[in-house]
């Protein structure tokens, strides 16, 4: 519980509407969009000029108080909850697009912009700003650099990181840093804004950003393709790699997710398919035929069941905001959705899914699986009650022998969405203890008091001196 | 005392449903699509906020708080959450669920209580009672508004809402009820019959609309029967919570009008069709399963109706008129009828129909909350007007008497020139 005296002084420092600390306040600013995560924070502030972050920052370290950034609140990781109470530093009211520079191809914005708001504003200007991840109507830019995101387009368009030109934000000690800048080459000193992306809000608070922006794509072609069973398609989407075709989507949904997503979207899914492939390719018109004939063919030598192609532009737009769905659509059938992120090289793609439908008849398990299959990217999600404790545990046990697979066919624990707090043991699976070390000493320099986002993607040495 | 069968901390049974509030899984897809949200930017007042709050009550955490009550008052109930939810959760539900529990943990006391009472429990219910009393014109004079100013807490109405209240008011005729006979004819080749129900702000409001809509009704071929006994749907106790009197009329209405045999029942107030269509969820505990699918589903708003039967477009005049569309919440979000108004706009020879930006956006009027948070409406209200403004049309098409009322005052208050009109009376209009 925070005094009223330190209220009172934030409600000076930023106006009474931008400091909330009502029970029924910290509550609802107590989740993010990952299941099970729930903590108290002691006060959510939200900032309405850059300046105030620093206030901010001062103000926790006087007070002891840890400070988590947050933004819209959709992470999935835990990546923006208070676990150890404190500060929740909201970023949405810092919402303003500053400068589209159509010179040098950039957009520089506040952290609080909302995705899509910010992919409409660049692209009224003729731009285009490819990362979409599933919550892009909601997410902030702040959080899609916090935690790297990634969306629909990754395959052939990349990720945040690959779009982020300069970062400016403030350290756990108040001071204020800029990295990088509008140079497309930059290689003075450390490339500090690549370590503050993905950083989960453990090294920096980013208040604004400037990215990088491509032309459009003239066309597009989108193409669906069903499967009566999970190991083709997944050999689907290693062959058209293989083939050298970069799609700029290469969805995956399985029998489970087509069935919620139609249950929701109604657009005529096939119900009884065991799985569907969502494919787009984009660019020039002319290469977006020969590739989209290109597709076609490997499909229909895998062995695809059926191959449509969307009928207009409506309609492919629909396709693809029905796959955005699939996370939510699956919590139709269950109180809990239990996702995962695992990633593997794309080769290995089809053995994943044998081994998800092992694990799930293993531990008698209901699994929806979807995701972003030309990344090798999979979202198998566990459709469970986190009233019954035998299933939670069982949901637990599944995800542990699947990652026992998935690094040792040299995967990653997690794609897209973050460390936070739900996967920490799973991280120094994957790069051990001494990479957990180095990452430590990294967020000490970054942030010597340990003020942001503490006990986030690994635990920091206070936690661990308490344990021992 | 049957205290303790009651769910965690709500104070009363018939609790909002917890596998309902369990199946939100917080991802926010409902946050940029809710007017109260995007207002404040405060979580609470979000749908995702809204059901963790009930869900927190339900798990013990919190009491039914003052910012519970608060919250289920100011939510729109415009149920835009519902339509973008893919986890099928119902925000606006759970809210008016604890707008019950509110009353309940709130109790009004006195002359207050008294009043409010009168108004739900007696005078809306019986539709004699209101045409006598409740003409909005006597409303003045018969319960006398000085009264009404001094016990303006009842409703908890905010501190504007008075002027606000009599700028809105319409025109006023006659009300309709007892004008309207109660078999009307079918014209030309007879194609069905129908119920009609006549909402009680349409036939005291908006009288001229309804008869459009029986005239539009029988010009296509169909005959309308009007139960005189037909009582208030119960929207506007389910509005302010009180869930045992729209139980009692639902029953009524269910009754009457199973008795009926009709192809449908047709209704051309948004707000009283989504009302209608949740009597199954309502009286789901009288195990008349079957009556009530039956009823669900011979519940029609007339656009679904007319477009579902095929519009007879041989007969119909031309309107030459620049044409837009605002879709009524409880249309689009609560019953899922959003392309069929549409249809029949466009059908109408001669209309040059532009569609308006974020059609399905609230305009703020929902019920007694633009009287209630005439601030918050106001801005709800410009953002729609800006929109319709964009559009340049002449005419602003809609379909439910509250949308009706806020946006001929919001037009009229910023010196627009669009006129408001029920899409039956466009096809009023089109009909001759």
């Known amino acids: ?468 | 005392m049957a205290e303790k069968l009651c769910l965690g901390n709500f104070p009363l049974a018939d609790e909002p449903n917890y596998e309902g509030m369990l199946q939100c899984m917080r991802c926010g897809f409902c946050l940029p699509t809710c007017p109260t949200y995007v207002l404040t930017g405060r979580e609470r007042s979000s749908p995702r906020g809204r059901v963790a709050l009930a869900k927190a009550v339900a798990d013990d955490q919190i009491d039914f708080t003052g910012a519970l009550k608060e919250e289920s008052f100011f939510c729109l109930d415009c149920r835009a959450c519902s339509t973008s939810c893919p986890s099928g959760v119902h925000a606006g539900q759970v809210m008016e669920a604890c707008r019950n529990q509110a009353n309940e943990a709130f109790p009004l006391t006195g002359a207050v209580r008294k009043f409010r009472e009168f108004v739900l429990q007696r005078m809306l219910p019986s539709p004699d009672l209101l045409e006598t009393s409740m003409l909005p014109a006597r409303l003045y004079q018969k319960l006398g508004i000085q009264w009404l100013i001094r016990h303006s807490q009842i409703l908890k109405l905010g501190p504007e809402w008075m002027e606000k209240a009599e700028g809105m008011m319409p025109e006023l005729h006659p009300p309709l009820r007892p004008q309207l006979p109660e078999v009307v004819p079918a014209e030309g080749e007879p194609r069905g019959r129908v119920a009609f129900f006549l909402g009680c702000i349409m036939t005291l409001m908006y009288p001229e609309v309804s008869r459009q809509t029986v005239k539009v009704l029988t010009s296509q071929g169909f005959e309308v029967i009007t139960p005189k006994e037909q009582k208030c749907c119960g929207a506007p106790h389910l509005n302010e919570g009180d869930r045992e009197t729209t139980r009692s009329l639902a029953r009524h209405n269910l009754d009457l009008f199973m008795e009926l045999e009709v192809d449908a029942i047709v209704t051309d107030c948004a707000g009283c069709g989504a009302a209608l269509k949740e009597y199954e969820e309502l009286l789901e505990e009288s195990g008349e399963r079957d009556k009530l699918e039956l009823f669900h589903k011979r519940i029609k708003d007339i656009s679904e109706f007319l477009a579902e039967q095929g519009l007879r477009t041989d007969s119909l005049k031309s309107v030459e008129k620049v044409v837009t569309y605002h879709e009524p919440c409880h249309l689009c979000h609560a019953q899922g009828v959003s392309k069929q108004p549409r249809d029949l706009i466009k059908a109408i020879p001669g209309i040059d129909f532009r569609e308006l930006n974020e059609a399905s956006w609230c305009c703020g009027s929902a019920a007694t909350f633009s009287l209630k948070y005439t601030g918050e409406s106001r801005q709800i209200l410009d953002r729609k007007l800006e929109n319709i403004q964009a559009t340049g049309a002449e005419l602003l098409v809609t379909a439910n008497p509250g949308c009706h009322l806020q946006l001929a005052w919001g037009l009229k208050q910023a010196g627009m020139p669009q006129e408001v009109v029920h899409i039956t009376e466009l096809l009023g209009m089109a009909t001759g």
């Open chain 1, 1 to 468: 519980m925070l005094s009223a005296n330190a209220i009172e002084k934030l409600i000076v420092l930023l106006g009474r509407q931008n400091v909330l600390h009502e029970k029924e306040d910290l509550i609802t600013f107590g989740y993010d969009a990952t299941p099970e995560i729930q903590y108290l924070p002691d006060v959510i502030v939200f900032p309405t000029e850059s300046e105030h972050v620093v206030e901010i920052v001062n103000f926790a370290r006087e007070e002891g108080l840890p400070i988590v950034p947050r933004g819209s609140g959709t992470g999935l990781s835990g990546g923006s909850v208070a676990a150890r109470g404190g500060i929740i530093l909201c970023l949405t009211r810092l919402n303003r697009i500053l400068e589209i520079d159509e010179e040098n191809l950039t957009a520089t914005a506040q952290a609080g912009v909302v995705t899509l708001d910010f992919f409409d504003a660049v692209m009224a200007k003729g731009l285009f700003y490819p990362p979409d991840p599933g919550s892009q109507k909601i997410s902030t830019l702040g959080g899609n650099i916090a935690e790297d995101a990634g969306g629909l387009r990754g395959l052939k368009y990349g990720v945040t990181r690959d779009y982020v030109m300069a970062l400016n934000g403030v350290l756990g000690d108040g001071l204020t840093f800029t990295t990088g800048g509008k140079s497309v080459k930059d290689v003075a000193g450390y490339a500090l804004k690549d370590l503050l992306v993905g950083s989960e809000g453990t090294l920096g608070i980013i208040t604004e950003a400037t990215f990088s922006l491509i032309p459009p794509p003239q066309a597009k072609r989108t193409l669906l393709a069903y499967f009566k069973d999970t190991r083709t398609a997944g050999e689907a989407v290693a062959s058209i790699i293989a083939a050298k075709i970069i799609p700029s989507t290469l969805e995956i949904m399985d029998n489970a997710t087509i069935r919620c997503v139609e249950g929701y979207a109604n657009i005529g899914l096939p119900l009884e398919m065991a799985a569907l492939l969502l494919i787009e390719v984009d660019g020039h018109h002319a290469s977006v035929v020969e590739e989209a004939d290109d597709v076609r063919a490997v499909l229909e030598r895998v062995g695809a069941a059926e191959i449509h192609e969307a009928t207009d532009a409506e309609h492919a737009n629909q396709l693809a905001a029905a796959r955005r769905t699939a996370l939510s659509a699956l919590a139709r059938v269950s109180p809990t959705t239990l996702l995962e992120d695992a990633t593997v090289p794309r080769s290995r793609l089809a053995e994943t899914f044998d081994e998800i439908e092992r694990l799930s008849e293993k531990f008698q398990l209901k699994v929806g699986t979807f995701g972003h299959a030309g990344d090798g990217n999979l979202h198998p999600t566990v459709l469970c009650d986190e009233r019954n404790r035998d299933e939670m545990e069982r949901a637990h046990a599944f995800y542990h022998e699947l990652y026992d697979k998935v690094l040792a066919w040299g995967g990653t624990v997690s794609g897209e969405h973050g460390i936070g707090l739900a996967k920490k043991d799973y991280l120094e699976r994957q790069i051990g203890a001494s990479g957990v070390n180095v990452m430590r000493r990294i967020k000490h320099s970054f942030d010597p008091h340990g003020v942001l986002n503490p006990g986030k993607i690994f635990n920091d040495e206070v936690t661990e001196e308490k344990r021992g």
